[in-house]
């Protein structure tokens, strides 16, 4: 069996795979609080109990150095030798979060995308990867001629760029909310819907009824109540915050695809999209990844699918996992199932 991990800020999801017939194989998944464990090692050994696995890989969130990775968000430092050696797993391996995203898009079956925009599906190069959840991740698969290879990116994390007044007067909110630099992840991810919620009342005076304000102070996660809210048409500032969310979503979206010229496609993963997918489809994203002037009709070309898979990372973790461990001891489980 092969053990994938996908690790957050906040969360641990841990699942078992095999493959049946050349294909993943879904065993058991569990998720656990971060903040409730001293380091993922500790998490492992108990999600484990006492099965056994010939391969490990981890998605985490950050740029992996030698099979090393200091955690920003939590205390942690992983190290993929010290887990190997104390797990008593003989492959185990860490990769960036987004990349583990995109050897999960090979992994996928029809139902698991939804296709916002056919473009020109005929079209064979790079493709690009936006995941909007707690941060906002972005990476980009690189067409070699044979096969689409997963890169990481810390995308997410360059200077946000506003369009319209409204933008340019919410950066100068979030300058003064950050006191200073602002960067995309800002404004879309988890952290930046409630910022834009906090713009439009505070700054442009919108009304917040008092009802609405209560259950924002009740609420363990106040984006849920906005996204409620604003895709209930119950609200205007939740619709007018989870419209200038999801158009600040596709602008970056688009430039992420113009830097990586993905004309083999965009895909849009993380947290976020398949609870707002109604949203997404009623044009304000489409709109704003497509406005880039004398190269607009470039991103028109460009497919644009969402990943409704929520298991992605997980099975692209597990992908990478039986790829890498093969190539190392010369035997392939995915191969081996095909034989069986």
Not at 166 to 182: C, M, W
Request: hydrophobic share 40%; aromatic share 8%.
């Amino acid at each position: 069996m092969i053990l994938a991990g996908d690790v957050g800020g906040t969360k641990v999801d841990l699942a078992l795979y095999d493959f049946t017939q050349g294909k993943l194989h879904y065993t058991r998944d569990k998720v656990y609080r971060a903040r409730d464990y001293t380091g993922l090692e500790v998490i492992v050994k108990e999600f484990l109990g006492s099965d056994k696995v010939t391969a490990a890989c981890f998605g985490v969130p950050g740029p992996v150095r030698d099979g090393r990775l200091r955690l920003t968000n939590l205390p942690w430092t992983i190290d993929s030798r010290e887990l190997s050696t104390n797990l008593g797993i003989q492959h185990v391996f860490l990769i960036n979060d987004l990349e583990a995203n995109g050897y999960g898009v090979a992994e996928l079956t029809p139902e698991q995308v939804y296709t916002l925009s056919e473009g020109d599906s005929s079209q064979v190069g790079n493709r690009a990867l936006i995941a909007a959840g707690t941060g906002l991740g972005e990476g980009y698969l690189v067409w070699n001629g044979k096969t689409h290879i997963p890169y990481p990116s810390e995308g997410g994390h360059v200077d946000y760029a506003p369009r319209n007044e409204d933008e340019i007067d919410l950066l100068r909110f979030l300058k003064q909310k950050y006191n200073g630099r602002v960067s995309f992840e800002r404004v879309v991810a988890g952290m930046g819907l409630t910022s834009i919620y906090e713009f439009l009342r505070d700054v442009r005076g919108m009304d917040e009824p008092a009802s609405l304000a209560a259950k924002l102070a009740e609420a363990s996660d106040p984006n849920s109540v906005i996204t409620e809210m604003a895709l209930s048409a119950r609200s205007e500032i939740c619709e007018k915050s989870m419209d200038m969310f999801v158009s600040a979503y596709g602008a970056e979206a688009g430039n992420l695809a113009l830097k990586v010229l993905s004309v083999g496609g965009l895909y849009v993963g993380g947290g976020i999209a398949p609870r707002i997918l109604e949203k997404l489809k009623d044009g304000t994203f489409l709109k704003a990844f497509t406005d880039k002037g004398r190269l607009s009709q470039l991103l028109i070309n460009m497919p644009v699918r969402i990943i409704l898979e929520s298991r992605a990372a997980l099975m692209g973790a597990a992908a990478y996992a039986e790829a890498r461990a093969a190539e190392l001891s010369g035997v392939s489980a995915r191969a081996a199932s095909l034989r069986g």
